[in-house]
C-alpha cells in the first residue's frame, strides 16, 4: 500500500517545497495539495525533482474565500469567473506536471447549478485532456461543508455518465463518503471503475487514520484486493505536529 502527503493539512506550517521535503523524509511515495497558485511553479518543480515525488494533484480556487465561497463550477451566473479557475489550475498542473486537478463545484442547489457544473466540467475535461491531465470531482459531506452542491456518490456519478469524458474520474474520500453514505467496502468495489483518486481520514474528527469508526486496516485491505495501486491520499487534519501523528503509516502500510 502507498501513501500520498496531501500539504493541504500535512505539514502546512512549512512552505509548500518544504512540506514536499518533509513528506519524502516521512516516507511519503507521493504528494497532493489544495491550492498552490502563489508558490512558483519553479520552486515546486525543485522539491519534487529533489526528492523523486509526485504530485498528484491540486484543487481549482475556491474563489472569494472571505465571502464563504467554496468553489465556483456550479454558479450559475459565475461561469467566467469558473472557467478562469479551471483554466488557472490546468496551466499550473502542466507546469508542475501534476496528474489530477479537483474542480470545485461550490455552493449552490438546483437544476440549473446541475447544468452549470456539466457544462464547466465539459469545459475542464477538453482542456485538461491533450495533457494526460484527469479532472476529478469530490462529494463533501453537509457538516462541514454545509449547502455544497456535490454531495453524494450516486450524484457524482450521475453527473459522470453525463459530461461522459474519459478524463472525468470521481475522487473517493472515505471521510466525506462515510459521513455522507457509508458501506464503504461496498461502494468502493462497486465504483471501482469511475474512481481516480482515494483519500482517508479518520471519522467523525478527521484526524489520522487509526482511531475513530472506520477500520482503516480492513478498508485498505478492501482497496488492495480490488487491484486498485495508486497511492491513497493521507488528508487528515493532525493533532500537533504532522511528525508526531505518522505512527499509523507503517501499520497500516
Not at 518533509?22 to 529533489?50: M, Q, S
Not at 477538453?126 to 450524484?155: K, V
Not at 508526531?244 to 507503517?250: R, S, Y
Request: hydrophobic share 45%; glycine share 8%.
Amino acid at each position: 500500500m502507498r501513501f500520498s502527503a496531501n500539504l493541504g493539512f500535512l505539514w502546512s506550517d512549512l512552505s509548500l517545497p518544504d512540506a514536499i521535503r518533509a513528506a519524502k523524509a516521512a516516507g511519503f511515495d507521493a504528494v497532493e495539495c489544495h491550492w498552490p497558485y502563489t508558490v512558483p511553479p519553479a520552486l515546486i518543480n525543485a522539491a519534487l525533482a529533489e526528492t523523486g515525488l509526485k504530485l498528484l494533484g491540486l484543487n481549482t480556487s475556491r474563489g472569494d474565500v472571505e465571502a464563504g465561497e467554496n468553489g465556483l463550477s456550479a454558479l450559475p451566473g459565475r461561469e467566467a469567473d469558473a472557467r478562469a479557475a479551471i483554466d488557472q489550475a490546468v496551466a499550473y498542473a502542466i507546469e508542475v506536471r501534476a496528474a489530477n486537478i479537483h474542480v470545485m463545484a461550490g455552493f449552490a442547489a438546483g437544476a440549473e447549478a446541475h447544468q452549470t457544473f456539466v457544462e464547466n466540467l465539459r469545459h475542464a475535461c477538453a482542456a485538461a485532456a491533450p495533457h494526460g491531465i484527469t479532472i476529478l470531482i469530490e462529494p463533501l459531506n453537509s457538516y462541514d461543508a454545509p449547502g455544497y452542491f456535490l454531495q453524494t456518490t450516486s450524484q457524482a456519478v450521475q453527473i459522470l455518465g453525463e459530461v461522459d469524458a474519459p478524463n472525468l474520474k470521481l475522487m473517493f474520500d472515505c471521510y466525506h463518503v462515510q459521513l455522507m453514505e457509508g458501506d464503504l467496502s461496498h461502494r468502493l468495489a462497486r465504483l471501482k471503475p469511475q474512481i481516480g483518486h482515494i483519500q482517508f481520514a479518520s471519522v467523525p474528527d478527521r484526524g489520522a487514520p487509526d482511531q475513530g469508526e472506520v477500520n482503516y486496516a480492513h478498508v485498505f485491505a478492501v482497496i488492495d484486493q480490488m487491484g486498485y495501486d495508486q497511492p491513497l491520499g493521507a488528508e487528515y487534519k493532525p493533532k500537533g505536529p504532522t511528525d508526531d501523528t505518522l505512527d499509523w503509516m507503517q501499520r497500516l502500510r
